[in-house]
């Protein structure tokens, strides 16, 4: 049984390297004028989003909670324009707004649209981790996280998809993590909401397909950004800790690359993780017995978040 199942893993890497390598080969689709809205786009993973899509050409609204910081990255952005040799691209703009406040996601979306009239790309990226254990966190903290990863990019995805149906056009991608595919100990706040965003985004995947909307999820590991810096603990504080193994993660912007290529080929959903996480995800399904004893050792092991 344990060597029909290792035949079963290995042949689904097989196929997926396979079907990666013939993505790479299909005409992308087009970037340049594109409208695209990314959330987050201050700090970390966004803002080389935005970096990477910027040289590509995009018209980018960039979205986040410090109007300062936001003007900092548009004004960054237009430098690099003018010192380099790059072709056409666009002074950003921009739009403050809290996710986590999903009452003030449809005046944001207003906004974004007032922007350019339309939305060609919508990059959910904006997101909150977490250390704790759930005997001690409190179910405030639980819903903190839900709103910031997943009733927010909902919320403003839904206020952006009629336009989108209108036009039948558009792309939606969502920046989840390789915990919305398995779950590991004391990040049971995070690992819920990333495990939602798959659901809702595989579920809306299906039902706007005949609109000509592509949606993308992302699965990366760990990256190198301040997320475990700032994630929250179980009494709401800040974790204040750069985890080794967040240390040690991708760098950012091999991230942001990846996410271009997706939306240039219209991905559905890539995961951008090691080979131990891949196989993880195929372990969860194929041998569960063994994933879930695999994680019991690693519970007992950290015992307390601090120790990752």
């Known amino acids: 049984m344990g060597a029909s199942t290792l035949s079963l893993v290995l042949g689904g890497l097989g196929v997926l390297l396979l079907y990666r390598m013939l993505l790479r080969l299909r005409t992308g689709a087009r970037v340049q004028d594109a409208v695209v809205v990314i959330t987050g786009a201050s700090s970390g993973l966004g803002k080389e989003c935005a970096r990477i899509f910027h040289a590509a050409g995009a018209r980018l609204v960039l979205c986040g909670r410090d109007t300062g910081r936001l003007q900092e990255v548009a004004q960054e952005l237009t430098q690099l324009t003018t010192s380099s040799s790059q072709g056409k691209t666009h002074t950003p703009s921009t739009v403050t707004f809290d996710l986590a406040k999903v009452e003030t996601v449809d005046r944001a979306a207003g906004e974004i649209l007032q922007c350019y009239g339309q939305v060609d790309i919508l990059i959910n990226n904006a997101g909150i981790s977490y250390r704790g254990n759930i005997l001690d966190t409190d179910l405030s903290v639980q819903r903190a996280v839900m ?57 809306l995947r299906a039902e706007v397909e005949h609109y000509g909307i592509g949606v993308t999820v992302v699965s990366p590991g760990y990256i190198q950004t301040n997320l475990s810096l700032n994630a929250v603990t179980g009494d709401g504080s800040k974790y204040g800790v750069l985890d080794k193994t967040t240390a040690m993660g991708r760098d950012p912007r091999d991230v942001a690359k990846a996410v271009l290529e997706a939306v240039r080929h219209r991905s559905k959903d890539i995961i951008l993780a090691g080979p131990l996480p891949a196989l993880a995800v195929y372990l969860r399904n194929l041998w569960p017995a063994l994933f879930f004893k695999v994680m019991s050792l690693r519970a007992r092991k950290e015992q307390r978040p601090q120790n990752d």
């Not at 056009?169 to 993590?177: A, F, K, N, R, T």
């Not at 004391?186 to 579920?203: E, G, I, L, N, P």
């Open 147 to 203: 709103d910031t990863n997943y009733f927010g990019p909902i919320a403003l995805t839904q206020a952006l998809l009629p336009s989108m149906v209108r036009r039948r056009s558009g792309h939606i991608v969502v920046i989840s993590s390789i915990q919305g595919k398995i779950a590991i100990p004391y990040r049971s706040a995070y690992a819920a909401s990333k495990h939602a965003t798959q659901a809702y985004f595989d579920c």
